[in-house]
Protein backbone atom coordinates (compact mmCIF):
# COMPACT_ATOMS: atom_id res chain seq x y z
CA UNK A 1 0.00 0.00 0.00
CA UNK A 2 1.13 3.42 -0.88
CA UNK A 3 0.52 6.80 -0.06
CA UNK A 4 -1.81 8.90 -2.80
CA UNK A 5 -0.74 12.28 -1.05
CA UNK A 6 2.32 13.19 0.69
CA UNK A 7 0.33 15.72 3.33
CA UNK A 8 -3.19 14.68 4.35
CA UNK A 9 -4.55 18.09 6.42
CA UNK A 10 -7.78 17.19 8.56
CA UNK A 11 -10.74 18.84 9.57
CA UNK A 12 -11.50 17.66 13.31
CA UNK A 13 -15.28 18.61 14.22
CA UNK A 14 -17.47 16.59 12.19
CA UNK A 15 -14.50 15.10 9.89
CA UNK A 16 -12.41 13.20 13.18
CA UNK A 17 -14.78 14.11 16.17
CA UNK A 18 -18.04 14.31 17.06
CA UNK A 19 -18.25 17.69 18.56
CA UNK A 20 -21.65 18.79 18.12
CA UNK A 21 -23.14 17.63 21.95
CA UNK A 22 -20.23 20.63 23.30
CA UNK A 23 -20.91 22.81 20.74
CA UNK A 24 -24.68 23.36 20.42
CA UNK A 25 -24.98 23.38 24.40
CA UNK A 26 -22.26 26.38 24.48
CA UNK A 27 -24.13 28.16 21.41
CA UNK A 28 -27.49 27.51 23.37
CA UNK A 29 -25.46 29.13 25.98
CA UNK A 30 -24.49 32.51 24.12
CA UNK A 31 -27.76 33.09 23.12
CA UNK A 32 -29.71 32.85 26.45
CA UNK A 33 -26.83 35.33 27.52
CA UNK A 34 -27.62 37.67 24.65
CA UNK A 35 -31.39 37.03 25.08
CA UNK A 36 -31.73 36.61 21.27
CA UNK A 37 -33.87 33.86 20.10
CA UNK A 38 -32.09 30.54 19.46
CA UNK A 39 -32.12 29.04 16.27
CA UNK A 40 -34.30 26.05 15.48
CA UNK A 41 -32.39 22.83 16.18
CA UNK A 42 -31.63 21.63 12.23
CA UNK A 43 -29.89 25.55 11.90
CA UNK A 44 -28.02 24.94 15.37
CA UNK A 45 -26.07 21.85 13.66
CA UNK A 46 -24.88 24.46 11.21
CA UNK A 47 -22.47 26.08 13.69
CA UNK A 48 -20.35 22.75 14.01
CA UNK A 49 -17.60 23.44 11.88
CA UNK A 50 -17.77 26.95 10.26
CA UNK A 51 -15.89 30.45 11.69
CA UNK A 52 -17.96 30.69 15.19
CA UNK A 53 -18.75 34.44 14.61
CA UNK A 54 -19.97 33.57 11.01
CA UNK A 55 -22.50 31.50 12.00
CA UNK A 56 -23.76 33.56 15.01
CA UNK A 57 -23.98 36.60 12.53
CA UNK A 58 -25.86 34.40 9.88
CA UNK A 59 -28.11 33.47 12.47
CA UNK A 60 -30.19 35.61 14.01
CA UNK A 61 -26.96 37.63 16.48
CA UNK A 62 -27.18 41.60 15.43
CA UNK A 63 -23.74 42.66 14.51
CA UNK A 64 -22.96 44.90 17.48
CA UNK A 65 -23.75 41.83 19.53
CA UNK A 66 -21.65 39.04 17.64
CA UNK A 67 -18.50 39.58 19.44
CA UNK A 68 -20.22 38.88 22.81
CA UNK A 69 -21.62 35.87 21.43
CA UNK A 70 -18.72 34.85 20.81
CA UNK A 71 -17.19 35.48 24.01
CA UNK A 72 -20.42 33.56 25.96
CA UNK A 73 -19.65 30.78 24.01
CA UNK A 74 -16.04 30.52 24.89
CA UNK A 75 -16.80 31.09 28.41
CA UNK A 76 -18.45 28.13 28.69
CA UNK A 77 -16.75 25.78 25.53
CA UNK A 78 -13.66 26.50 27.60
CA UNK A 79 -14.61 25.78 31.09
CA UNK A 80 -15.50 21.67 29.95
CA UNK A 81 -17.96 21.64 27.10
CA UNK A 82 -14.90 21.06 24.33
CA UNK A 83 -14.57 17.75 26.17
CA UNK A 84 -17.92 16.70 25.40
CA UNK A 85 -17.08 15.03 22.42
CA UNK A 86 -15.95 11.56 20.90
CA UNK A 87 -13.82 10.28 17.68
CA UNK A 88 -16.26 8.82 15.05
CA UNK A 89 -15.85 4.89 15.34
CA UNK A 90 -13.24 3.80 12.40
CA UNK A 91 -11.34 7.39 12.81
CA UNK A 92 -8.55 6.11 14.37
CA UNK A 93 -7.86 3.07 11.97
CA UNK A 94 -8.04 4.93 8.61
CA UNK A 95 -5.01 7.31 10.47
CA UNK A 96 -3.40 4.48 11.31
CA UNK A 97 -3.41 3.22 7.28
CA UNK A 98 -2.85 6.15 6.03
CA UNK A 99 0.11 7.38 8.65
CA UNK A 100 1.20 3.28 7.78
CA UNK A 101 0.87 4.49 4.28
CA UNK A 102 3.52 7.15 4.57
CA UNK A 103 1.13 9.89 4.63
CA UNK A 104 2.06 13.36 7.17
CA UNK A 105 -0.82 14.09 8.98
CA UNK A 106 -1.94 17.40 10.26
CA UNK A 107 -4.94 18.84 11.83
CA UNK A 108 -6.71 21.92 10.15
CA UNK A 109 -9.38 23.57 11.72
CA UNK A 110 -11.70 26.82 12.26
CA UNK A 111 -11.25 26.35 16.29
CA UNK A 112 -8.77 28.39 17.59
CA UNK A 113 -5.33 26.75 17.79
CA UNK A 114 -5.07 26.21 21.70
CA UNK A 115 -8.69 25.61 21.90
CA UNK A 116 -7.72 22.88 19.33
CA UNK A 117 -4.77 21.22 20.79
CA UNK A 118 -6.90 20.86 24.20
CA UNK A 119 -9.11 18.60 22.15
CA UNK A 120 -7.19 16.45 20.14
CA UNK A 121 -5.16 15.90 23.04
CA UNK A 122 -8.30 14.57 25.03
CA UNK A 123 -8.91 12.55 22.19
CA UNK A 124 -5.56 10.94 21.62
CA UNK A 125 -5.43 11.96 18.21
CA UNK A 126 -2.16 13.83 18.40
CA UNK A 127 -0.77 9.88 18.49
CA UNK A 128 -0.92 10.31 15.28
CA UNK A 129 0.56 13.04 13.85
CA UNK A 130 4.51 13.17 13.42
CA UNK A 131 5.02 16.49 15.76
CA UNK A 132 2.29 15.94 18.03
CA UNK A 133 0.33 18.64 19.25
CA UNK A 134 2.67 21.36 16.58
CA UNK A 135 0.69 19.24 14.08
CA UNK A 136 -2.81 21.33 14.78
CA UNK A 137 -3.36 24.35 12.78
CA UNK A 138 -6.54 26.47 13.85
CA UNK A 139 -7.59 29.99 13.81
CA UNK A 140 -6.80 32.52 16.12
CA UNK A 141 -8.88 33.95 19.16
CA UNK A 142 -8.22 38.01 17.66
CA UNK A 143 -9.57 37.03 14.77
CA UNK A 144 -6.68 37.81 12.41
CA UNK A 145 -6.48 34.07 11.21
CA UNK A 146 -10.42 33.15 10.90
CA UNK A 147 -11.18 31.21 7.39
CA UNK A 148 -10.39 27.34 6.90
CA UNK A 149 -8.28 29.15 3.72
CA UNK A 150 -6.58 31.23 5.94
CA UNK A 151 -5.68 28.10 8.50
CA UNK A 152 -4.93 26.21 5.55
CA UNK A 153 -2.18 28.76 4.03
CA UNK A 154 -0.86 28.61 7.86
CA UNK A 155 -0.49 24.78 7.97
CA UNK A 156 1.16 25.11 4.44
CA UNK A 157 3.38 27.70 5.54
CA UNK A 158 4.22 26.01 8.51
CA UNK A 159 5.06 22.72 6.95
CA UNK A 160 7.10 24.08 4.23
CA UNK A 161 4.62 22.37 1.93
CA UNK A 162 3.60 24.63 -0.69
CA UNK A 163 5.75 22.57 -3.45
CA UNK A 164 3.84 19.63 -2.85
CA UNK A 165 0.72 21.89 -2.87
CA UNK A 166 1.25 22.69 -6.17
CA UNK A 167 2.62 19.16 -7.46
CA UNK A 168 -0.88 18.40 -6.13
CA UNK A 169 0.27 15.86 -3.21
CA UNK A 170 -1.49 17.56 -0.47
CA UNK A 171 -5.10 16.94 0.15
CA UNK A 172 -8.25 18.43 2.59
CA UNK A 173 -10.29 16.07 3.97
CA UNK A 174 -13.44 18.10 5.87
CA UNK A 175 -17.09 17.96 6.34
CA UNK A 176 -18.38 20.99 4.72
CA UNK A 177 -18.43 23.22 1.83
CA UNK A 178 -16.06 26.13 3.93
CA UNK A 179 -14.24 22.79 3.65
CA UNK A 180 -13.73 22.40 0.14
CA UNK A 181 -13.52 26.05 -0.70
CA UNK A 182 -11.12 27.39 1.93
CA UNK A 183 -8.81 24.11 0.55
CA UNK A 184 -9.58 25.32 -3.10
CA UNK A 185 -7.91 28.93 -2.64
CA UNK A 186 -4.28 27.55 -2.46
CA UNK A 187 -4.71 24.84 -5.16
CA UNK A 188 -5.55 21.85 -2.69
CA UNK A 189 -8.41 19.13 -3.30
CA UNK A 190 -10.82 18.42 -0.77
CA UNK A 191 -12.19 14.61 0.03
CA UNK A 192 -15.59 15.44 2.06
CA UNK A 193 -16.91 13.17 4.44
CA UNK A 194 -20.88 12.29 4.51
CA UNK A 195 -20.52 11.40 8.33
CA UNK A 196 -20.23 15.32 9.79
CA UNK A 197 -22.63 17.86 9.44
CA UNK A 198 -22.66 19.23 5.99
CA UNK A 199 -26.64 19.22 4.25
CA UNK A 200 -27.53 17.20 1.34
CA UNK A 201 -25.21 17.76 -1.48
CA UNK A 202 -23.25 20.86 -0.03
CA UNK A 203 -20.14 19.04 -0.53
CA UNK A 204 -20.49 17.90 -3.93
CA UNK A 205 -21.89 21.35 -4.78
CA UNK A 206 -19.28 22.87 -3.50
CA UNK A 207 -16.57 21.35 -5.30
CA UNK A 208 -15.37 18.11 -3.50
CA UNK A 209 -13.03 15.81 -5.35
CA UNK A 210 -14.95 13.16 -3.94
CA UNK A 211 -17.94 12.52 -0.80
CA UNK A 212 -17.01 9.48 1.21
CA UNK A 213 -19.48 7.67 3.27
CA UNK A 214 -17.56 5.74 5.80
CA UNK A 215 -13.59 5.94 7.18
CA UNK A 216 -12.65 2.63 5.62
CA UNK A 217 -14.01 4.58 2.00
CA UNK A 218 -11.45 7.13 2.88
CA UNK A 219 -9.06 4.90 3.39
CA UNK A 220 -9.39 3.99 0.07
CA UNK A 221 -9.57 7.34 -1.21
CA UNK A 222 -5.97 8.45 0.25
CA UNK A 223 -4.43 5.01 -0.11
CA UNK A 224 -3.17 3.01 -3.27
CA UNK A 225 -2.10 0.02 -4.05
Known sequence: MSARYDLVLLDLDGTLADSAPGILASVRHAYAALGVATPAEPDLRGFVGPPLAESFATHGVPPDLVADAVAA????YGAGNLFDDAVFPGVPGCLAAVRAAGSRLAVATSKPEPTARRVV????????LDRGLDDVFGATFDGSRSTKGDVVAHALASLDAA???RAGRVVMVGDREHDVLGAAAHGVACVGVAWGYARPGELAAAGAAAVVGTPAELTAALVGE
Open 73 to 76: YREV
Open 121 to 128: EHLGLHEH
Open 163 to 165: ALS
